[in-house]
Every structure is written in C-alpha cells, then in structure tokens.
C-alpha cells in the first residue's frame, strides 16, 4: 500500500510540475470532456490557467463557450487539481490526424505502413534501452511497445510524414509544422499584434514587424480587421446601454486605428457621426 501510495504522488507531483503532461492528460480525455464534439474541436496548449482551444466553426465557439464551466470542472476532476481556471475558444483547423491518426486504418489510409521493419541495429539498440529492466515480464512488454512504436513512425516517414520543428510530433503539412503547431503560432502572433494596436492604435506594419517575425501585410490586415471589429462591438454594447461617453472613447480609438488620422477634433466628430448611425440602426431593430 505504502508503495501505491508514493507512486500516486509522484504522479500528481509530475501533474503540478508539467504543464506539458496536463495538456497530454486533456487530449487524451477529450472526448470524455467534450462529448459529440470530440471531432469539432481540439485543446491546444494552456497558459497561466487558460485551456487554448480550437473550433471548427464560429456556431460551435458560441455553444462550447455557453459550456466551458462543465468542461473545466471536468477537466480538474480528471487533472485531481484546480489548475484550468477558464478556457478560449478559437476558430481554426482541427488537427484530425495528429490526434487521431492512431484509429485510421493503416491497409486503408497508410498501405505502406505495414511494410516498415527494424535493422538489428535498430533492434539492437531498442533491447539495449531496456536492459536495465530487472522483471522479465515488463522488459518484454516496453521493447515491444519500443519496438511499435519504431515500426510506426518509420513507415509514416516513408509515406511523407515528417518532424515538426516545433513539438516533434510527425505529421504532413507542407510546413515544418504541425497543425497544432501551426494553430499556437497563429494565435500568439494574432495576440500580440492585438496587443500592439490596444497600446499604439498607430502601429503600422513596418512597426508590427520589429515585434512579430516575418509579419505578412495579410495578418497584419487580418489583425487590424480584427481589432477594429472588437472595438465596434464594444460601443455598440455601450450605447445600447446609454453610455455615450464610453461609446465615443471607443470610437475614437476605432477612427484612429482605421484611419491613422491623428487630429481629435476630426476623429471626435467622426465617432459623434457614427454613434448616431448605430443609434439609429438599434432604433429599427
């Protein structure tokens, strides 16, 4: 018992200490968390509490957001720990294939897949990994799991899967990196251009560029499009609530942002001009 014990609490002690472990333990559970949606939806990475999640449609973001208290207190009884505080959804590409791909049909999806086989050097090598292992039974059982998972990741490389430069998973985009992959950097370079425009609503792309590597105008303008569409809702929200003050605070920000225009008394007026628009447009709702 005293040894089940300690095993117990190295593993929750490895929980606290590996963020990359309790991301492992969410994907591996995450049809259990999310249910019917276990194909429309992927956790990427969490940061400071917050669980990153991808979805594959703007209509499902609303419904798993309407959900995402469940989710998490489903995600801490499985972690045995309050470490997911709140949760953000995105709309992207699902990473089907890096998460799955253990329940396609290799005679099927991957014909070549069965043909892989080990060198005795390859061999080789795997039982010496494994010669410290006292209890025969288990020995066996890691150099056989070794010896699949070789097999495996050889004949993927050899229908043209490949390393991703970031977290070393294989996969088969035309990049370097994998889906997920692809998805984190998305969304860290799209928050840190957010980021920019919240603290200089007149940074330009050659501005942005000093912070975000290889910055494309596309981003940029995806980004701008972005945040100006965040502003809007924003004082749209405030003036429906009545509060004009706020509503032109925001909008001036907007003008500035979408213009560049650097004269308040100009972009004054043209937030006075557009707050009336919207109240009109809520009139005929």
């Known amino acids: 018992m005293k040894n089940m014990t300690s095993v117990k609490e190295i593993i929750e002690e490895a929980v606290i200490k590996s963020k990359k472990l309790k991301e492992a333990m969410i994907r591996a559970k ?21 669980l ?8 499902l973001l ?10 998490i207190k489903r995600i801490n009884e499985i972690l045995k720990g309050n470490y997911i505080s709140d949760m953000i959804f995105k709309v992207g590409k699902i990473p089907l294939e890096e998460y799955f791909k253990e329940n396609i049909s290799s005679e099927t999806e991957r014909p070549d897949e069965v043909e892989a086989a080990l060198s005795p050097h390859e061999y080789k090598e795997l039982e010496k990994s494994v010669e410290n292992i006292e ?7 890691v150099l056989s799991l070794k010896v699949q998972s070789l097999k495996r990741e050889k004949s993927l490389k050899k229908i043209g899967y490949k390393y991703c430069s970031e977290c070393g998973i294989l996969h088969k985009n035309s990049g370097n990196l994998c889906t997920i992959c692809e998805n984190k950097r998305h969304i860290k370079r799209e928050e840190t251009l957010l980021k920019l425009f919240r603290e200089n609503p007149y940074t330009t792309l050659k501005e942005a560029e000093k912070f ?16 100006l569409d965040k502003i809007y809702k924003r004082a749209e929200f405030a ?6 003050e706020v509503a032109r605070l925001e909008l001036i920000e907007y003008f500035k942002l979408e213009t560049g225009e650097k004269e308040i008394k100009r972009i004054t007026e043209k937030a006075d001009n557009l707050i009336e628009l919207i109240r009109e447009k809520l009139r005929r709702r």
């Open 30 to 50: 995450w049809e259990e968390i999310v249910e019917g949606l276990f194909f429309k939806s992927s956790p990427l990475y969490i940061k400071e509490g917050v």
């Open 212 to 227: 975000i590597e290889g910055l494309s105008k596309e981003e940029y303008d995806k980004g701008k499009e972005k945040k």
């Open 135 to 141: 209890n025969k039974q288990i020995k066996d059982k």
């Open 239 to 244: 003036i429906k609530d009545e509060s004009i």
């Open 62 to 71: 609303q419904h798993m957001y309407m959900n995402k208290n469940n989710y």
């Open 52 to 59: 990153y999640v991808t979805v594959e449609s703007s209509v």
